[in-house]
């Protein structure tokens, strides 16, 4: 799916809300807080990002080969996926935030050159089977320093869980080579970030959340960039639509047992999503 659909779908889903009666704004009390501060937001949606992965895995006297996914073993660097968030705000100015996607792939390739991977070495012209597969959780606090009736501004602290597992197989017995490796790993990541919105109109909003922190935690030491932006439609309560632009850009390194590991993976692409809203608002009365 190309973005010019996602933005197509976008502007039917305006057309469409502008059909609608009944629109709650035309309430003549005066708001607290932006229209888009629900109690409850559920979303849902598609995700579709470029991948650009690289990954080394090697044991003491074999450092490993720097192996990347695309160039080197023949993936995709786009594909589409759902993901999921529901956010809780605990009153106008307090939130909690959950989200969640993963993001599989897998390709069968002919190899350029000879990778060592975790120790055993896949040599040039041989035909690899090879996975590598990350699930995201990610959670947040943020406080709202700033809240007026058209705009918020604050600051979160959360963390993003980042589970990984990549792995190559020769596609078919080769005499003198080990038929298969594989590599997983769990890193939740702590970060610290910005948030924030702004109501353009009754019914147009912009909103943004950017995190990073680079941290070292016994064995594991990590990187993490994060960014959401999005633009968001209330076609009528209690739904919405958004057009927005994520990434994630991370890099690992993870020692254990003679095993050093290390993942550079970044994300950044366009999603479409759909959000329904619940709940009494407190501050709203």
Same mark, same amino acid.
């Given at each position: 799916?190309? $973005?010019?659909?996602l933005?197509a779908?976008? =502007?039917?889903?305006?057309?469409?809300?502008n059909?609608? %009666?009944?629109d709650?704004?035309?309430?003549?009390? +005066?708001?607290?807080?932006?229209?888009?501060v629900?109690?409850? +937001?559920? %979303?849902?949606?598609?995700?579709y990002p &470029?991948?650009?992965?690289?990954?080394r &895995?090697g044991?003491s006297?074999?450092?490993?080969?720097?192996? /990347?996914?695309?160039k080197?073993?023949?993936?995709k660097s786009?594909i589409?996926?759902?993901?999921?968030?529901?956010q809780?705000?605990?009153?106008?100015?307090?939130?909690?935030?959950l989200?969640y996607?993963?993001?599989d792939?897998?390709s069968?390739?002919t190899?350029?050159? /000879?990778?060592?991977f975790?120790?055993?070495t896949?040599?040039?012209?041989?035909s690899?089977?090879?996975?590598?597969n990350?699930?995201?959780?990610?959670?947040?606090y943020?406080?709202?320093?700033?809240?007026?009736?058209?705009?918020?501004?604050?600051?979160?602290?959360?963390?993003?869980?980042?589970?990984?597992?990549?792995?190559?197989?020769?596609?078919g017995?080769?005499?003198?080579a080990?038929?298969?490796n /594989?590599?997983?790993?769990?890193?939740?990541?702590?970060d610290?970030?910005?948030?924030?919105?702004?109501?353009?109109s /009754?019914?147009f909003?912009?909103?943004l959340?950017?995190d990073? =922190?680079?941290? #070292?935690?016994?064995?594991i030491?990590g990187?993490?960039l994060?960014?959401?932006? $999005?633009?968001?439609?209330?076609?009528?309560?209690?739904?919405? &639509?958004s057009?927005?632009y #994520?990434?994630?850009?991370f890099?690992v390194?993870? %020692?254990?047992?003679? &095993?050093?590991?290390?993942?550079?993976?970044?994300?950044?692409?366009?999603?479409?999503?759909? #959000?329904?809203?619940?709940?009494?608002k407190s501050?709203?009365?």
């Amino acid at each position: 799916m190309k $973005v010019t659909g996602l933005i197509a779908i976008f =502007l039917f889903s305006i057309l469409y809300g502008n059909s609608q %009666t009944g629109d709650s704004t035309s309430s003549t009390v +005066k708001p607290l807080a932006p229209w888009f501060v629900e109690k409850f +937001k559920l %979303t849902a949606g598609f995700f579709y990002p &470029v991948n650009n992965t690289t990954i080394r &895995v090697g044991i003491s006297g074999s450092p490993g080969t720097d192996i /990347d996914f695309v160039k080197d073993l023949g993936f995709k660097s786009e594909i589409g996926t759902f993901l999921a968030n529901f956010q809780w705000r605990i009153s106008r100015r307090s939130r909690i935030n959950l989200g969640y996607y993963k993001i599989d792939r897998s390709s069968t390739h002919t190899l350029a050159k /000879d990778i060592t991977f975790d120790g055993n070495t896949y040599e040039v012209n041989a035909s690899v089977n090879s996975f590598f597969n990350t699930a995201i959780y990610q959670f947040s606090y943020g406080y709202s320093i700033i809240s007026k009736p058209k705009y918020e501004l604050g600051i979160l602290i959360g963390t993003h869980t980042i589970g990984a597992k990549a792995g190559i197989a020769l596609n078919g017995a080769t005499m003198g080579a080990s038929t298969s490796n /594989d590599y997983g790993f769990t890193a939740p990541l702590p970060d610290l970030g910005i948030w924030g919105g702004y109501a353009i109109s /009754d019914r147009f909003a912009l909103n943004l959340d950017m995190d990073y =922190l680079s941290l #070292t935690v016994n064995s594991i030491a990590g990187r993490l960039l994060a960014y959401n932006f $999005v633009i968001a439609y209330k076609l009528s309560n209690p739904f919405s &639509v958004s057009l927005g632009y #994520t990434g994630l850009n991370f890099q690992v390194d993870k %020692t254990k047992n003679g &095993v050093n590991g290390f993942l550079r993976w970044g994300y950044n692409g366009p999603t479409l999503a759909a #959000t329904f809203s619940f709940g009494k608002k407190s501050w709203a009365n």
